[in-house]
């Protein structure tokens, strides 16, 4: 199969339609993807706009994941798209992956560490790629998850109690939008099976003060309880390395 029918058959789920899901949904439609689910709680407020690309003055009290979809929509009609008006927590994140069908990627746009951690773990388990991005500050990060790789709980181990948040530490509206659309880079590279042994378990990690981009291959960890539960991938073009 071609990238490109890959791409369009492709299931894209993006949980949190911020400031890394609204740049990462866009990238995605732009590449020509053409399936999506959009999973957010929260209603578009004024203060989202400068950031939260999709959005306008005129959708500000409507639900983002409803925005979004309206706004892809707008943009590409033949686009299929659900939007689930609600918070993924993280102890239905394995539930959640669970039923997704097997031509599925996750991409975690939520700024919730431990919803990234669940993610991760769900992902593994079920055999579905996640790819989870962060940005805080001028920095933004990103890495494509999958077995046999390193995962986000190689790097990480576990959330930490006082992380900084976007609202306590702010984030430049420019490094949030990069961090999005290097996600959904990322995600395009899985549909390709050349591209997505070089694309996962590879940490990028930008600093846009010192202009510096970095690509990290931390090695997985021993005893990552993660990986140790890791089923075989379920996306077709990851099957043979799996
Ligand atoms: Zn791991």
């Keep these: 199969m071609t990238v490109s029918a890959q791409l369009q058959r492709t299931h894209f789920v993006v ?9 990462a949904l866009l990238g995605l439609s732009a590449a020509g ?13 004024t203060s989202n706009l ?8 005129a959708q500000v009290g409507r639900a983002k994941a409803d925005a979004a979809a309206w706004a892809l929509r707008q943009r590409i009609p033949a686009i299929e798209v659900d939007a689930i008006v609600r918070a993924l927590r993280p102890a239905d994140a394995s539930a959640f992956v669970a039923a997704l069908p097997p031509e599925s990627i996750v991409l975690e746009c939520t700024d919730a560490p431990a919803l990234k951690f669940a993610l991760n773990d769900a992902g593994l388990e079920h055999g579905t790629p996640v790819v989870i991005g962060a940005a805080l500050g001028l920095r933004g990060q990103c890495i494509a998850v999958r077995r ?4 986000y709980r190689c790097i ?15 984030v430049l509206g420019v490094a949030v939008g990069l961090a999005g659309f290097v ?9 390709d099976p050349q591209q997505a042994a070089e694309t996962t378990g590879a940490l990028l990690a930008f600093e846009l003060g010192a202009g510096s981009m970095q690509t990290l291959r931390p090695r997985p960890r021993e005893r990552c309880p993660a990986c140790a539960a890791a089923q075989p991938s379920r996306f077709p073009p990851l099957q043979a390395s799996a």
């Design 15 to 23: 949980v949190g339609a911020g400031g890394l899901g609204c740049p």
């Design 33 to 45: 993807a053409r399936r999506f689910t959009i999973v957010d709680p929260d209603v578009v407020e």
């Design 50 to 57: 400068q950031r939260q690309v999709l959005y306008s003055v």
């Design 148 to 151: 046999g790789v390193a995962c």
């Design 156 to 170: 990480y181990e576990s959330a930490p109690q006082d992380l900084p948040t976007c609202e306590s530490a702010g």
């Design 183 to 191: 996600m959904a880079s990322a995600a395009v590279s899985l549909c």
